[in-house]
Each structure stands twice: as C-alpha cells, then as structure tokens.
C-alpha cells in the first residue's frame, strides 16, 4: 500500500468517525421528541406488535434489537421470551439509551450495549447465538445495509429469525397525497449532513431500504411481509436459510 492510498483510508475512517460522532450528538439531543414520536405516532402500536409476532419468539429465548433507540420495542419482546430469556438492546447513542434503560427498569431481561448495529459485540457476550435479531426503523442509517442484515443472518445462523420494519413512501393510491409530508418529515429528523445533501434524503432512505430488505430475501426463506400505518410502515420477516 502507498502512502498516498494510506492517506486516503485513514481520511475516510476520519470522516466516518466524525459523522458518527455528529448523529450521536444528534439522536442524544433529541432522544425525548423520537421517543415521543416512537410511542404515539398513529399506527404505531401495531407495528410494534407485529414486528414482536413476526420473530415467533418463544420463552427463554435470546433476542437482539439492533439499534434500538429509547427502546419502544423492547418490552414487547420481554414479554414473549420472558423472564428467563434474554433481550439486548444495542445503539450508539447514550441518550437513547438512558431513556431505553428507564423504559426497562422493571424488565431484569433486558440488557443495554453501546455499540454500532453494524459491529455488534454482542456475540462474544452470550452463551449461543442469539435466536432472533430485530431491527426497527434503522436501515436506512447505514451506509452498507446489505452488509449489516447479512452479518445479522451470520450472527444468528442457519433456522435464526430476521425482522426488518421500515419507514417509507406509501404505495397506497388514496394515502399518497401525504408522500411529501413524509419527506419533509425525513428530511426534518435527518442528522445534520444528510439533511443538507444535494439528494433527497427519501432517495438514499428508498435505495437503503431496498437493499436492507433484498439482504433479508436473499439469506431467509421470508415468512412475513405486511404494511401498516397507511402502507408507510413495512414489516418484513423471515427464517436465515
């Protein structure tokens, strides 16, 4: 490698660094309007419920919720491994997680890492493979979300459960006049250097989801794909092959 190559990939993982630290700021700042938004935004509930349903998680089992902001969805999967399971919740940002460690105080279950869902150093903390992951609203975070669902896929292996849930335009005809209310929405509570890029962020959202749930096709046998919340929510899970 050449000096000059080296250069270059140390000035990359700089900038990475740099923008992670910005969302973090970002997410923490404003954990208490997304957790408000996480609870009492129409529909919801049901997503929640559903997303839960979809893992077909059973008592004692072993869950993972990558990146699980203030922790909206983790009660919802203490109660069906119950309290002789285990649920981790990981996410990067420190004040999400302090709202998510108040949310699960009387939940002994859960446990919180401060972690990037991309790297999760979950494994080397548990007995086995988890049994299910779930991720919530957070593809459309990541650079590679094809890589990060499939490193998903590896981490619970073969007969492991995915589930992805997902915000985005409806493809529903009488609730598409809401669309740009919906990207302006995105555009709001993006984190500063997305929110000022030349493309639309619902562009990069739509390319990320799309390659996050064709990650999920392509490693699991799919079981479950719904819309709900006016179509903008999509629930998609699915059993790594």
Known sequence: MTAEQSGSRSRARSRSRSRS????????????????????????????????????????????????????????LAERVGPE???VGVDFSPGVLDVARERTREFPQV???????????????????PDAVLGTFVSGMFDDPAAAVSSWADLVGSGGRLCLVDLAETTVPRWRPLNPAFRA????????????????????LN???????RALESRCRVTRETTHALGFARVRAGVVE
């Open 21 to 76: 630290a910005v969302a973090q700021s970002f997410y923490t700042r404003w954990a208490t309007l997304y957790d408000a938004l996480a609870r009492r935004a129409p529909g919801v509930g049901s997503v929640r419920t559903e997303a839960a349903d979809a893992l077909a998680l059973a008592p004692g089992e072993t869950v993972v919720e990558m990146g699980c902001g203030t922790g909206a969805n983790l009660p919802y």
């Open 85 to 87: 399971g285990t649920v």
């Open 207 to 213: 390319r990320r989801l799309v390659a996050a749930h």
């Open 111 to 129: 446990h919180l890492v401060r972690a990037d869902a991309t790297r999760p150093p979950v494994a080397g903390d548990l007995d086995a493979s």
């Open 185 to 204: 929405l995105v555009r709001a509570t993006a984190p500063p250097g997305s929110r000022t890029m030349r493309a639309s962020p619902t562009k990069l």
